[in-house]
């Protein structure tokens, strides 16, 4: 019988649409939701010093990485920094990073977890999945598949409990094409109302001559 969780979420600017931390009781994992355009508020985060993974999240759609902590001491922060230039600047407006509270997250293990959350992404066909490639699956041992499977599984319970379902299944997939218009549509500005008065069949036609 599955038992209950204790899931604690922290916002920490006070607000619904600001930045959230949320852990689980008794799991060394620890989570953030990030708006992009707060990111640079989170530098010198303790956890985004660390390795780990994350989500670049747009509308219907998902990039999944991870990021190992480089010799100049910068971990997922200077990852996910690089991506507001990057190709894929401009299909994400949030990101949620996933590392551990003791950063004991190596490099074999955030190549697992990304491969593992990738496909399990891809299988739900929720999200449309922005990744160019599937990546390289980390080899682990036997116990150590087990904890990181575990780690997943609480991962997904966070995720679904800041809104996101990516690894949900759905009857009907969501396509690169139909994710990129409904993130056009939801970016676009409502078309302004005609100055004169117009039949509702030539106001209809007029909007949305405006929309494209």
Known sequence: MARGKNISVYLIDGVANGKVKAQISNWNGIAYKIPKELLPECKNFEAFRQSGVYFLFGYKSVYVGQAEVRKSGKGIYQRIVEHVSDKYRDVWDEVVIFTTKDNSLGRTDISYLENRFYNKAKAAQRFFVQNGNEPTVGT????????????????????GALGYKVFEPVVGPVTEDSAQG???FKQSEIPPLPDRQLKIGAYIRKAMRNLS
């Open 140 to 159: 682990v041992t036997e116990e150590k598949e087990d904890e990181l499977e575990e780690f997943i599984d609480q991962a997904e319970l966070i995720l």
């Open 182 to 184: 409904i993130w056009e």
